[in-house]
DNA sequence: TAAGATGATTACGT
DNA sequence: ACGTAATCATCTTA
């Protein structure tokens, strides 16, 4: 026999008044059957989830227009509210996780949650103004902005992905809720609650996800710092120009901005790489300038042939044209040959300089030229043979001399001449 | 592989 | 902000 029909049948012969509220409180000899039959609802709810689906529906259904529901309801109403089940009130708002807190500012700050592009390339300038290194160096620049929108990019589906799931989840639970507020007292408030505890259980998620997606990031921009880190050795050429223009401002070397933005530019590398580079050369060169005349000397040389050339160019002009036309074949902008230091790295051979050392120049003809040129650059001074090595400019406390050479002098040879037009008469 | 060279970083002074 | 001096970390060379 169906157990619904039956039910039916033992709860046939009991008044009610229908009302939810009112409690079927049976005086004549049914009461234990009664008690009985309230029993084996409450069974049948209980394991309504224990059967099919069709089955189930098709009871729930029975039971949701049993006569007895009101009353079954309204008991159970008053169970929950003694039990205390019902809402304590929300008083667990979440508040404002610090934590979590942490982990959205620094996603924002590095760029991956916020807006698209702007916020990763702050981030990866920031990167890189803390190494001290500009902003160019564009492979590794655009590598690690590569790597970083991919963590966004994940991030950004993981987190849709969830918001999703929140969502579909929520809304599943509370159409369940309603459903079953029909058979069982269930508040607003209690959905409400049972939604709060869905988002912070999904917000837990969440936080998981952000973490780790701060972890990313961090392993990738230490990385990325790290790749910058390594040093790597300038470029013979960069390296070359860098002591051209040390040891032909030997007296001053201390690069005007200008000239370190040009130093930068044709060596390829940094401004504040430049004045890394001359910041240790100068140390260094103080340190030891004995270790340093070879150098000196081989620089001093180049500089020199292409001083002479251009000089001897200038020269010949100037037997022609008036005596104040500067270097006609000189490119250099701020390196340039006329700079009266490098004969003071000549005279720093110790002697040793020689002229064989200068290609293409015999001793006599070296001598004219750097007559020539001292005179037209206003240095003949620097040529008196200073048996030790001591540029002058460098001072005995182990600091340099007011500029000889004005540091904001871009073309030595442009500074040359003004000296050379105050000298010369 | 050790020693030296070299670019970068740091602490401090001006 | 820039320079010096010391130091670190890595690269180069013998």
């Keep these: 026999m169906d157990e619904q029909s039956h039910l039916m049948q033992t709860l046939g012969g009991v008044t009610l008044t229908g009302h939810p509220v009112a409690l079927p409180v049976p005086h004549d000899g049914t009461d234990a059957r009664n008690k009985q039959d309230i029993g084996d609802i409450l069974h049948q709810i209980m394991t309504i989830t224990d059967q099919s689906l069709d089955e189930a529906q098709a009871k729930k259904h029975g039971l949701n227009c049993h006569r007895m529901k009101p009353a079954l309801f309204s008991v159970l109403c008053e169970i929950k509210e003694k039990t205390g089940l019902s809402i304590r009130g929300s008083q667990d708002e979440d508040p404002a996780d610090p934590q979590l807190m942490r982990l959205d500012n620094m996603l924002l700050a590095e760029g991956v949650s916020g807006p698209e592009k702007g916020g990763g390339a ?23 902005r590569a790597k970083l929108s991919q963590i966004r990019q994940i991030y950004h589906t ?29 508040s607003p408030k209690e959905i409400e609650r049972m939604v709060n505890i869905i988002h912070r259980k999904f917000s837990s998620i969440q936080m998981q996800l952000k973490q780790s997606t701060c972890e990313a ?26 002591n051209e223009y040390f040891y032909s401002h030997l007296s001053n070397p201390y690069p005007s901005e200008e000239a370190k933005e040009e130093l930068a530019k044709k060596c390829a590398i940094t401004v504040s790489q430049v004045s890394n580079w001359f910041g ?9 300038i004995g270790k340093f005349q070879e150098e000196a000397n081989l620089y001093a040389a180049k500089t020199a042939v292409t001083a002479a ?14 005596p104040a036309t500067p270097n006609s074949g000189s490119s250099g902008s701020y390196s340039l040959p006329g700079s009266g230091d490098m004969f003071m ?23 004219s030229i750097r007559h020539t040129i001292g005179q037209s650059l206003g240095y003949s001074d620097g040529l008196r043979g200073n048996p030790l090595y001591s540029p002058h400019g460098l001072n005995g406390n182990g600091g ?26």
């Design 122 to 144: 702050a981030a990866v300038a920031a990167a890189t103004a803390a190494v001290g290194v500009g902003a160019d160096n564009s492979i590794e620049h655009s590598d690690y």
């Design 217 to 242: 990031v961090m392993i990738l921009r230490s990385r990325f710092l790290d790749a910058r880190r390594k040093r790597r050795n300038f470029s013979k050429q960069a390296t070359e120009i860098l």
């Design 309 to 322: 050339q251009a000089v001897a160019a200038a020269v010949q002009n100037s037997q022609t044209n008036s």
């Design 400 to 425: 340099w001399h007011d500029a000889v050479t004005p540091s904001s002098v871009t073309s030595p040879i442009e500074g040359a001449n003004s000296v050379h037009s105050d000298t010369s008469n």
């Design 158 to 186: 993981e987190l849709e992905k969830y918001e999703q799931a929140c969502n579909e989840f929520t809304t599943h639970v509370m159409n369940l809720l309603r459903e079953q507020s029909r058979t069982r007292p269930i």
């Design 345 to 367: 790295s000549m005279t720093g051979l110790n002697g040793s300089y020689q002229p064989t050392q200068v290609p293409n120049t015999g001793q006599t003809q070296g001598d």
């Design 280 to 288: 240790n050369k100068r140390i260094r060169y103080k340190k030891n």
